[in-house]
């Protein structure tokens, strides 16, 4: 997530004359395919391994055939879709994954919109002890949400389950028949309807209906975290991401009515239009830990390719332009974090323009960027843009307690911006643009009674000095991590982590465990001066 700025002013220049290249190539049909083969030929002569966008082939459109779901929804193989052939066999790595089958439709009843929903949730007990309930995250219950989760009906085993609300109904304990033991799995049938605000002006408004766009954002009951401590409750304030999730795989059939755009994190595999004006998407998920759901009428869209990701911008037809611009901020990111941190796995990457109050929002395989900045432009625009892509690394396939360790995935992130810079411009733009966008936050309150420990949860700062301390403090020690250990070892370092969490949970003790391997250094009291004091 970026936190929204009040001043936009970067003083950066060499920016200006950059033109946008028109993310689609038209030939003559006759043409196409030879000159294709010829370029491919050439350029894998010559050992190229990715393809110039302007001879790249236009994206497979979207599937229309009759959607056909899977017998086997709770088996990995089926997720394959989803991901690059390269990176297919990383279904397997999820260990005792969570499925989710999600069959949703969404009406309007007057303005509102609501959902009605089915859910066949497929859990697998993973800790070394029975468990008599399984709790769910109800998140739009939240009340900065602005709206309701109200269940129809809960079974387990086909028996009605008696449901435990906690934390403010943002969590239901499900009562379970008998203990669920170790390494035993169950099925949870849900059905339930979610009221979605209409124009909700608290917190980031990412579960939200304003201007013609729907904001679908943890609509569902998520599976909790069990720990050793037991079930992670925790819930953060309006200022903080919600999210703490294990890697799990989702089906998601969605009916809308037609006409309506669907974006989702994973890949459309089928689209169906129905006899009562109604259009159904079928999407699955590679391995991830959320799943994010847009609908609109309004939005356009253009794409291109990156190696064989297909990266997709939606935005409103008055801001095509900004729409291209950031459509190859996008593919910039998604270059340097693959060269710097390790390959992005999923076949489709998606950038949305939406009407939030933060300046951008992260899921897994979809990142939202707010309106106001696709009227402004600028380069806190590009900042955002590369802030979010980054979060696909950091947060979307390693993962973290985002309520509890905020600054784990949020300053590493902001950090990793750096790489942004250096690989589409030079060193000196990079450590300008860090300067202006991160490091001066943290000085400004630097030495003052504001400057805290960045190893807290997200409720222990006021929403100012969250900004200041996470996103500002705990990015400059990882960029004073770098200078102390060198390039070439600290880019190990955040590779072996990303090797060594991937579709995990990971922990500061992690990271930290990581970087003393790699460097051959003891950390502990560079860690404490920046991270714990």
């Known amino acids: ?193 979610v009221t979605v605000p209409v124009g909700n002006a608290q917190g980031y408004g990412t579960f939200n209906y304003q201007d013609g766009v729907l904001l679908l954002s943890n609509f569902y009951p998520m599976v909790a975290v069990y720990e050793a401590k037991g079930w992670n409750l925790s819930l ?94 996008a593919r910039n990111g998604l270059r340097a974090y693959q060269q710097n941190f390790g390959p992005y796995p999923f076949a489709e990457f998606d950038v949305v323009e939406v009407p939030i109050y933060a300046g951008g929002m992260e899921y897994p395989g979809l990142i939202l960027i707010g309106q106001q900045y696709y009227d402004q432009g600028g380069e806190y625009f590009e900042f955002i843009a590369a802030h979010e892509v980054a979060h696909q690394w950091w947060y979307s396939v390693v993962g973290n307690d985002q309520v509890n360790e905020p600054w784990l995935d949020e300053s590493l992130t902001n950090f990793s911006t750096v790489y942004y810079y250096e690989h589409t411009y030079d060193r000196a733009r990079a450590d300008l643009a860090f300067q202006n966008f991160v490091a001066r936050r943290y000085e400004q309150i630097k030495g003052t009674n504001h400057d805290q420990p960045v190893a807290q949860p997200v409720f222990a700062f006021t929403p100012q000095d969250y900004g200041t301390v996470v996103y500002g403090k705990g990015a400059v020690f990882f960029y004073e991590l770098r200078k102390k250990l060198g390039d070439g070892i600290f880019l190990e370092v955040l590779r072996t982590y990303y090797r060594d969490r991937k579709y995990q949970l990971a922990t500061p003790e992690d990271f930290l465990r990581i970087a003393e391997g790699v460097s051959g250094q003891e950390l502990d009291d560079f860690y404490a001066r920046w991270i714990l004091e």
Request: with cysteine.
């Open 1 to 193: 997530m970026v936190i929204k700025r009040e001043s936009n002013a970067l003083e950066l220049r060499g920016s200006e004359d950059r033109g946008i290249i028109s993310p689609v190539f038209t030939m003559k049909r006759r043409w196409k395919l030879p000159l294709f083969v010829l370029m491919t030929l050439l350029l894998l002569a010559m050992g190229c391994q990715e393809l110039p966008v302007l001879f790249r082939p236009a994206p497979t459109p979207t599937p229309t055939a009759t959607p056909v779901l899977s017998p086997e929804w709770q088996d990995v193989d089926t997720y394959r879709a989803a991901m690059l052939p390269t990176f297919a066999d990383d279904v397997v790595l999820v260990e005792s994954p969570t499925f989710y089958y999600i069959r949703a439709r969404v009406d309007w009843v007057g303005e509102a919109p609501q959902v009605s929903a089915s859910q066949i949730t497929h859990y697998t007990n993973k800790a070394n002890e029975p468990l008599d309930r399984l709790y769910f995250r109800l998140l739009p219950n939240k009340p900065s949400y602005g709206s309701t989760l109200a269940f129809q009906r809960v079974t387990v085993q086909g028996e009605e389950a008696e449901l435990e609300y906690e934390v403010e109904n943002t969590a239901v304990g499900v009562i379970l028949p008998r203990p669920l033991q170790p390494d035993q799995s169950v099925e949870v049938h849900m059905e339930y309807q």
């Open 236 to 329: 953060a304030p309006d200022y903080g991401d919600p999210v703490y999730a294990e890697t799990s795989f989702f089906t998601v059939e969605l009916t809308v009515p037609q006409g309506m755009v669907v974006v989702t994190s994973g890949s459309t595999t089928t689209k169906r239009n129905n006899s009562d004006g109604t259009t159904t998407w079928t999407c699955l998920s590679g391995p991830m830990r959320d799943f994010m759901v847009v609908v609109s009428d309004r939005l356009e869209s253009s794409s291109l390719a990156v190696g064989y990701i297909r990266v997709n911008s939606y935005y409103l037809p008055e801001h095509k332009k900004a729409g291209e611009e950031v459509l190859h901020y």
